[in-house]
Protein backbone atom coordinates (compact mmCIF):
# COMPACT_ATOMS: atom_id res chain seq x y z
CA UNK A 1 0.00 0.00 0.00
CA UNK A 2 1.00 3.70 -0.89
CA UNK A 3 2.17 4.65 2.22
CA UNK A 4 2.84 8.60 1.24
CA UNK A 5 1.12 9.87 3.92
CA UNK A 6 3.11 10.06 7.40
CA UNK A 7 0.76 11.36 10.32
CA UNK A 8 3.85 12.91 11.56
CA UNK A 9 3.42 16.04 8.57
CA UNK A 10 0.09 16.81 10.88
CA UNK A 11 0.48 15.83 13.99
CA UNK A 12 -2.36 16.80 16.57
CA UNK A 13 -2.53 20.20 14.72
CA UNK A 14 -6.13 20.94 14.32
CA UNK A 15 -7.11 23.42 11.52
CA UNK A 16 -9.59 25.53 13.23
CA UNK A 17 -8.96 27.62 17.13
CA UNK A 18 -10.95 28.08 20.10
CA UNK A 19 -12.31 31.73 20.75
CA UNK A 20 -9.99 33.62 23.20
CA UNK A 21 -11.25 33.45 27.05
CA UNK A 22 -13.32 30.47 26.03
CA UNK A 23 -12.25 27.94 28.94
CA UNK A 24 -12.73 31.18 31.31
CA UNK A 25 -16.48 31.72 30.21
CA UNK A 26 -17.09 28.15 30.14
CA UNK A 27 -15.78 27.39 33.92
CA UNK A 28 -17.73 30.44 34.42
CA UNK A 29 -21.26 29.23 32.99
CA UNK A 30 -20.81 26.27 34.51
CA UNK A 31 -20.25 27.20 37.71
CA UNK A 32 -23.29 29.57 37.38
CA UNK A 33 -25.39 26.49 36.62
CA UNK A 34 -24.33 24.33 39.55
CA UNK A 35 -24.20 27.09 42.43
CA UNK A 36 -27.22 26.04 43.97
CA UNK A 37 -27.12 22.22 43.78
CA UNK A 38 -25.22 19.70 46.14
CA UNK A 39 -22.76 17.47 44.47
CA UNK A 40 -22.80 13.54 45.90
CA UNK A 41 -19.24 12.84 46.94
CA UNK A 42 -17.71 9.87 44.57
CA UNK A 43 -18.33 6.74 46.05
CA UNK A 44 -15.27 4.86 47.57
CA UNK A 45 -13.93 1.45 45.41
CA UNK A 46 -16.01 -1.36 46.13
CA UNK A 47 -13.76 -4.18 46.21
CA UNK A 48 -14.39 -7.55 44.76
CA UNK A 49 -15.83 -10.09 46.94
CA UNK A 50 -13.25 -12.84 45.79
CA UNK A 51 -10.55 -9.87 47.21
CA UNK A 52 -12.63 -9.35 50.44
CA UNK A 53 -12.29 -13.00 51.21
CA UNK A 54 -8.85 -13.53 50.39
CA UNK A 55 -8.26 -11.04 52.72
CA UNK A 56 -10.82 -12.65 55.55
CA UNK A 57 -9.15 -15.89 54.99
CA UNK A 58 -5.74 -14.53 55.60
CA UNK A 59 -7.24 -12.52 58.40
CA UNK A 60 -8.38 -15.24 59.95
CA UNK A 61 -5.42 -17.24 59.93
CA UNK A 62 -3.31 -15.08 60.54
CA UNK A 63 -5.45 -14.70 64.17
CA UNK A 64 -5.67 -18.33 64.61
CA UNK A 65 -1.87 -18.67 64.31
CA UNK A 66 -1.36 -15.55 66.71
CA UNK A 67 -3.39 -17.43 69.08
CA UNK A 68 -1.42 -20.64 68.74
CA UNK A 69 1.85 -19.18 69.53
CA UNK A 70 0.72 -17.50 72.49
CA UNK A 71 -1.11 -20.08 73.90
CA UNK A 72 1.95 -22.60 73.37
CA UNK A 73 3.99 -19.61 74.78
CA UNK A 74 1.86 -20.25 77.80
CA UNK A 75 2.01 -23.43 78.34
CA UNK A 76 5.27 -23.71 78.44
CA UNK A 77 6.17 -21.46 80.88
CA UNK A 78 3.37 -22.78 83.27
CA UNK A 79 4.86 -25.90 82.57
CA UNK A 80 8.28 -24.93 83.16
CA UNK A 81 7.70 -22.60 86.37
CA UNK A 82 5.13 -25.55 88.12
CA UNK A 83 8.60 -27.99 88.02
CA UNK A 84 10.69 -26.34 89.55
CA UNK A 85 8.35 -24.83 92.27
CA UNK A 86 7.87 -28.60 93.37
CA UNK A 87 11.69 -29.53 92.85
CA UNK A 88 12.15 -26.10 95.39
CA UNK A 89 9.50 -27.69 97.77
CA UNK A 90 10.83 -30.89 97.86
CA UNK A 91 14.59 -29.72 98.12
CA UNK A 92 13.15 -27.73 101.37
CA UNK A 93 11.79 -30.83 103.00
CA UNK A 94 13.93 -32.65 105.87
CA UNK A 95 15.77 -36.04 104.28
CA UNK A 96 13.64 -37.60 106.18
CA UNK A 97 10.54 -36.31 105.16
CA UNK A 98 12.12 -36.85 101.69
CA UNK A 99 12.88 -40.45 102.29
CA UNK A 100 9.05 -40.74 103.82
CA UNK A 101 7.58 -39.15 99.98
CA UNK A 102 10.02 -41.68 97.90
CA UNK A 103 8.32 -44.93 100.33
CA UNK A 104 4.73 -44.28 100.24
CA UNK A 105 4.59 -42.94 96.41
CA UNK A 106 7.39 -45.66 94.57
CA UNK A 107 4.57 -48.13 94.85
CA UNK A 108 1.45 -46.01 94.48
CA UNK A 109 -0.42 -47.60 91.67
CA UNK A 110 -2.17 -44.31 90.37
CA UNK A 111 1.29 -42.53 89.53
CA UNK A 112 3.24 -45.68 88.35
CA UNK A 113 0.84 -46.42 85.86
CA UNK B 1 -6.06 5.24 38.75
CA UNK B 2 -3.36 7.39 38.38
CA UNK B 3 -1.72 9.51 41.47
CA UNK B 4 -3.06 12.14 40.04
CA UNK B 5 -6.78 11.21 39.53
CA UNK B 6 -6.76 9.54 43.21
CA UNK B 7 -5.66 13.04 44.49
CA UNK B 8 -8.10 14.76 42.45
CA UNK B 9 -10.98 12.62 43.88
CA UNK B 10 -9.80 13.21 47.65
CA UNK B 11 -10.21 17.02 46.96
CA UNK B 12 -13.26 16.14 45.65
CA UNK B 13 -14.60 14.02 48.79
CA UNK B 14 -12.90 16.55 51.21
CA UNK B 15 -13.71 20.26 49.32
CA UNK B 16 -16.43 19.16 47.12
CA UNK B 17 -16.42 22.55 45.04
CA UNK B 18 -12.80 23.35 44.91
CA UNK B 19 -12.22 19.39 44.00
CA UNK B 20 -14.78 20.69 40.89
CA UNK B 21 -12.96 23.76 39.81
CA UNK B 22 -9.69 21.25 39.98
CA UNK B 23 -11.30 19.19 37.70
CA UNK B 24 -12.86 21.43 35.37
CA UNK B 25 -8.98 23.37 34.99
CA UNK B 26 -7.84 19.44 34.14
CA UNK B 27 -10.48 18.78 31.78
CA UNK B 28 -12.49 21.00 29.81
CA UNK B 29 -9.65 21.77 27.22
CA UNK B 30 -9.08 17.97 26.29
CA UNK B 31 -13.04 17.43 26.49
CA UNK B 32 -14.31 20.97 24.51
CA UNK B 33 -11.39 19.41 21.65
CA UNK B 34 -12.82 15.72 21.81
CA UNK B 35 -16.00 16.99 21.63
CA UNK B 36 -15.43 19.54 18.73
CA UNK B 37 -13.53 16.67 16.57
CA UNK B 38 -16.86 14.87 16.71
CA UNK B 39 -19.53 17.76 16.67
CA UNK B 40 -17.20 20.23 14.25
CA UNK B 41 -19.23 23.33 15.04
CA UNK B 42 -17.63 25.15 18.07
CA UNK B 43 -20.97 26.48 18.99
CA UNK B 44 -21.78 22.78 19.23
CA UNK B 45 -18.83 22.07 20.67
CA UNK B 46 -19.26 25.08 23.90
CA UNK B 47 -23.45 23.98 24.47
CA UNK B 48 -21.88 19.89 24.87
CA UNK B 49 -18.55 20.74 26.73
CA UNK B 50 -20.75 22.58 29.14
CA UNK B 51 -23.32 20.41 29.73
CA UNK B 52 -20.73 17.55 29.89
CA UNK B 53 -19.34 18.97 33.59
CA UNK B 54 -23.16 20.02 34.36
CA UNK B 55 -23.83 16.28 34.18
CA UNK B 56 -20.11 14.94 35.97
CA UNK B 57 -21.33 17.43 38.80
CA UNK B 58 -24.91 15.73 38.97
CA UNK B 59 -23.77 12.42 38.91
CA UNK B 60 -20.07 12.77 41.13
CA UNK B 61 -22.16 9.96 43.64
CA UNK B 62 -22.08 7.71 41.13
CA UNK B 63 -18.28 6.97 40.16
CA UNK B 64 -17.63 3.81 41.97
CA UNK B 65 -13.96 4.09 41.54
CA UNK B 66 -14.09 0.81 39.09
CA UNK B 67 -12.05 1.95 35.91
CA UNK B 68 -10.07 5.30 35.38
CA UNK B 69 -11.63 8.68 36.38
CA UNK B 70 -10.49 10.08 32.96
CA UNK B 71 -12.62 7.32 31.14
CA UNK B 72 -15.58 7.93 33.05
CA UNK B 73 -15.42 11.62 32.09
CA UNK B 74 -14.65 10.93 28.26
CA UNK B 75 -17.98 8.73 28.46
CA UNK B 76 -20.33 11.07 29.77
CA UNK B 77 -18.64 13.73 27.24
CA UNK B 78 -18.90 11.35 23.95
CA UNK B 79 -22.56 10.41 25.01
CA UNK B 80 -23.26 14.40 24.94
CA UNK B 81 -21.65 14.44 21.62
CA UNK B 82 -23.47 12.17 20.62
CA UNK B 83 -26.71 13.81 21.61
CA UNK B 84 -25.81 16.96 20.19
CA UNK B 85 -25.62 15.38 16.70
CA UNK B 86 -29.18 13.37 16.89
CA UNK B 87 -30.48 16.59 18.19
CA UNK B 88 -29.06 18.44 15.22
CA UNK B 89 -29.95 15.88 12.87
CA UNK B 90 -33.33 14.84 14.39
CA UNK B 91 -32.25 11.04 14.39
CA UNK B 92 -30.57 8.76 16.58
CA UNK B 93 -26.76 8.74 15.98
CA UNK B 94 -24.57 6.18 18.27
CA UNK B 95 -21.46 4.46 18.19
CA UNK B 96 -23.41 1.76 16.07
CA UNK B 97 -24.42 4.43 13.28
CA UNK B 98 -22.67 4.07 9.89
CA UNK B 99 -22.14 7.70 9.84
CA UNK B 100 -22.11 11.08 11.93
CA UNK B 101 -23.85 12.91 9.13
CA UNK B 102 -21.14 15.61 9.89
CA UNK B 103 -18.73 17.11 7.20
CA UNK B 104 -15.94 20.01 7.63
CA UNK B 105 -17.23 23.05 5.35
CA UNK B 106 -14.73 25.69 4.65
CA UNK B 107 -15.55 28.91 6.32
CA UNK B 108 -13.83 31.85 8.12
CA UNK B 109 -12.55 29.21 10.85
CA UNK B 110 -10.87 27.53 8.69
CA UNK B 111 -6.70 28.46 9.14
CA UNK B 112 -6.33 28.65 5.53
CA UNK B 113 -2.82 27.92 5.97
CA UNK B 114 -3.15 24.58 7.45
CA UNK B 115 -5.02 22.58 4.58
CA UNK B 116 -3.52 19.16 5.29
CA UNK B 117 -5.04 19.47 8.99
CA UNK B 118 -8.28 20.41 7.25
CA UNK B 119 -8.07 17.37 5.02
CA UNK B 120 -7.11 15.23 8.24
CA UNK B 121 -10.33 16.37 9.44
CA UNK B 122 -12.32 15.74 6.43
CA UNK B 123 -10.95 12.14 6.39
CA UNK B 124 -11.83 11.52 9.74
CA UNK B 125 -15.46 12.57 9.71
CA UNK B 126 -15.75 10.09 6.83
CA UNK B 127 -15.06 7.34 9.67
CA UNK B 128 -18.37 5.42 11.38
CA UNK B 129 -18.55 7.09 14.66
CA UNK B 130 -16.89 3.94 16.37
CA UNK B 131 -14.01 4.25 14.16
CA UNK B 132 -13.81 8.67 14.92
CA UNK B 133 -14.18 7.86 18.54
CA UNK B 134 -11.22 4.93 18.62
CA UNK B 135 -8.88 6.90 16.29
CA UNK B 136 -9.43 10.28 18.06
CA UNK B 137 -8.85 9.09 21.78
CA UNK B 138 -6.30 7.33 20.75
CA UNK B 139 -3.70 9.68 18.34
CA UNK B 140 -5.28 12.82 19.80
CA UNK B 141 -5.51 12.03 23.48
CA UNK B 142 -3.39 9.12 23.92
CA UNK B 143 -5.47 7.26 25.74
CA UNK B 144 -4.98 2.82 26.30
CA UNK B 145 -7.35 0.65 24.26
CA UNK B 146 -9.04 -0.13 27.70
CA UNK B 147 -9.55 3.11 28.47
CA UNK B 148 -11.43 3.51 25.05
CA UNK B 149 -13.23 0.48 25.39
CA UNK B 150 -14.59 1.54 28.76
CA UNK B 151 -15.66 5.01 27.00
CA UNK B 152 -17.32 3.02 24.12
CA UNK B 153 -18.75 0.20 26.28
CA UNK B 154 -16.75 -2.24 24.45
CA UNK B 155 -13.80 -4.26 24.24
CA UNK B 156 -10.34 -3.89 23.52
CA UNK B 157 -10.11 -6.16 20.76
CA UNK B 158 -13.02 -4.50 19.22
CA UNK B 159 -11.62 -0.62 19.65
CA UNK B 160 -7.83 -2.19 18.65
CA UNK B 161 -9.61 -3.18 15.88
CA UNK B 162 -11.65 0.33 14.84
CA UNK B 163 -8.47 2.20 15.39
CA UNK B 164 -6.30 0.25 12.95
CA UNK B 165 -9.44 -0.58 9.98
CA UNK B 166 -9.37 4.11 10.97
CA UNK B 167 -5.87 4.34 10.28
CA UNK B 168 -5.92 2.65 6.92
CA UNK B 169 -8.89 4.13 5.65
CA UNK B 170 -7.34 7.96 6.60
CA UNK B 171 -4.06 6.95 5.06
CA UNK B 172 -5.86 6.18 1.54
CA UNK B 173 -7.92 8.81 1.79
CA UNK B 174 -4.86 11.63 2.55
CA UNK B 175 -3.21 9.60 -0.80
CA UNK B 176 -5.82 9.58 -3.15
CA UNK B 177 -7.58 13.13 -2.66
CA UNK B 178 -6.81 16.16 -2.89
Known amino acids: ?113 | MTTTEQSLINTLRICPEAGFRMLMDQYQEPIYWHIRRLVVSHDDAQDATQETFVRIFRSMGTYQGNGSFRSWIYRIATNEALRCLSKRQEETVSLESETTGVTLIADNSLEEADKLAAKLQRAILTLSPKQQLAFNLRYYDELCFSEIARVADSTPTSIRQSYHVAKEKIIKYMNQND
Open chain 1, 1 to 113: MNQGFNFKQVGKRMPYSAPDGLFREMKMNVMNMVKDEHMDLPQKPIRKKATRLWITAVAVAASVAALWIVNLNLSTTQSTNGIEAVDQAFANLSQGDQDYLLDVYQADVFINN
